[in-house]
DNA sequence: CTGAAAGCGCTAACAC
DNA sequence: GTGTTAGCGCTTTCAG
């Protein structure tokens, strides 16, 4: 509707002296002061945000790829994330990918159309080498650690946490030990989870891992073949409390208890978790969102670690 | 870096003729379109999307009020509005009002300044009055019924939902019900709970309800109240399924079994519902998500209403 | 303290 | 088919 000449030429003044008052620069006498702002108010007057962000070369908006948007564990990500966009008065921009490297690759590139000031990756489908080449128009923060300098890091130590995690189990007398991963071996997630066992137990056997577990649901199934094998395990690991939460009610299905029968760990400290008292590896993932975020209007290159904790409960 | 000049000028074309392959225009002959995709190509080059943004108007963003951004059924209905914005090449900014009504306002106000094209509220603090006059910028769809013309509605029939719900409980043989609901009275949904309630068993008991439930814990402390009520409730009504796991969770703590010595029935068919093996209304949140989007698209002011439908499991 | 004017990068009449 | 040109609505030198 009204633009800014309406507004400097109804209060008699340049677009100049309504562009200062509506940015409180100083210079500016009163007098005009209040009569440019008299013009404002009757006119209800907003300034255009896309000609600002055009001139200025930025939008104040951040974009979160995340694979899955009803996905607990990027839930709280993007939780931490959106707690600080508030505060520093950014908007989010939320990325579904399904990791569809393709997609993800479109995304990237809304900080070259200059619609982004920055991305947060949180799970990505492309590698590095793909991906780094954004950087040139602007940051790309990543919630996974990785050695490109280009990209800024707010992390889980994932490795020392899954280490820690079995050794806990081979301490509680646990030997046969199964666990259950996000994604095949493609995701560094799932490498590390297979290297820290490895660590512990020495080489997984085949059918002690399920991949692609993201749900309940994911979990009960993976519970009916782990729990029908013969040498069955004597504890889960699981990569998430929802999916132990399936393992869980299998388990209890078929009369199982736990964790007299099967022990199980999980993920994240989910409410599910907590409704069923799942002990849980916590790897604060609302906090890594919020360092996320922080890296990101910085423009730092930072690699920052998380704190992980291991919050016991009844099912180990 | 680049822009559309510089592909023209080394292109040897105008800028009408980058513009015009840039948006697959006909006419525009063979040989140029090769020569300006080349240039196009060599420099890497993308349009900004600001500049386009100013000049036509719109952003192809729309936005969703929601209060928590960690809340299952506003989750859900996010869902729906995501799977819905990738199919027809939308962004969607995340606004959480944490019940602020006056940032709600500011929100509300992205459409003003050409932000955002289309916003839809999931639950909003403002009462509508305040709200409507924004239509002027752009549309407003509500996830919430309202006679507003001016607002497009995809909504749920909650008081329908709660009455057979009650009824339900009645027919099972209950008469002392208790029910959670997320707000006090100002909200409309726990208007509509009270209302239904009175319809099916008379006026509630004042300790037979419990405001600000959100969480599992909210869950839990309202548990804790209830089932130490001399005269407890048989049955109680939670306002999402997170909320009566948390229920749960108490009372098989204090060794209550569930439904023998009290029922309960959620909502909103979440995982920890099914986990758990609770009953629950499921208000289709990802189908009222998804179509709110298709509202805003088409600018459109129906009211759509949402089936419902109740899941039988072992709760009641 | 104030304003004219030159853009930011692109689209779309309009003329040729 | 193609190019010239006038904006979209704002910020920011640069002169007063």
């Known amino acids: 509707m009204a633009n800014i000449h309406d507004i400097a030429k109804k209060a008699g003044v340049s677009v100049t002296t309504v562009s200062r008052v509506l940015n409180n620069h100083k210079y500016v006498s009163e007098e005009k002061r209040i009569a440019v702002q008299n013009v404002i108010d009757e006119f209800n007057y907003t300034p255009n945000r896309n000609a600002i962000d ?38 989010v921009i939320v990325l579904p990918t399904t990791y569809d490297a393709k997609k993800e690759l479109e995304y990237l590139s809304m900080l070259q159309t200059k619609m982004l000031d920055a991305v947060i990756i949180t799970s990505r489908s492309n590698n590095w080498e793909a991906i ?39 301490e509680r007398g646990h030997e046969r030990v199964a666990f259950t991963t996000a994604r095949e071996m493609e995701s560094k997630s799932t490498i590390q989870t297979f290297t820290a066992y490895e660590e512990v137990f020495g080489k997984p056997s085949g ?110």
């Not at 694979?67 to 908007?91: R, T």
């Open 54 to 91: 055009l001139i200025r070369g930025e939008t104040r908006q951040i974009g979160v790829i995340i694979p899955y948007n009803n996905n607990q564990a990027f839930d709280q990500m993007l939780h931490g994330i959106l707690n600080k966009s508030i505060e520093h008065e950014y908007s």
């Open 132 to 170: 780094t080449p954004f950087t040139k128009y602007g940051p790309i923060i990543s919630c996974e650690y990785t050695d490109f300098s280009e990209i800024g890091c707010s992390y889980i130590d994932r490795y020392t946490s899954y280490v820690e995690a079995f050794y806990l189990l081979k």
């Open 207 to 316: 059918d002690y891992v399920i991949f692609n577990c993201y749900s309940m649901q994911d979990g009960y199934r993976a519970a009916q073949k782990l729990l029908h094998i013969k040498e069955k395990p004597t504890a889960i690991y699981a990569n998430g409390d929802e999916v132990a939460a399936g393992i869980y009610q299998y388990a209890i299905s078929i009369g199982m208890h736990i964790p007299r029968d099967v022990a199980l760990l999980g993920q994240e400290n989910q409410p599910i978790g907590e409704a069923l008292a799942i002990s849980t590896v916590d790897h604060q993932l609302i906090q890594a969102g919020e360092q996320a975020f922080e890296l990101a209007i910085k423009k730092s290159k930072d690699k920052i670690k998380i704190p992980y904790q291991i919050i016991h409960r009844s099912s180990i």
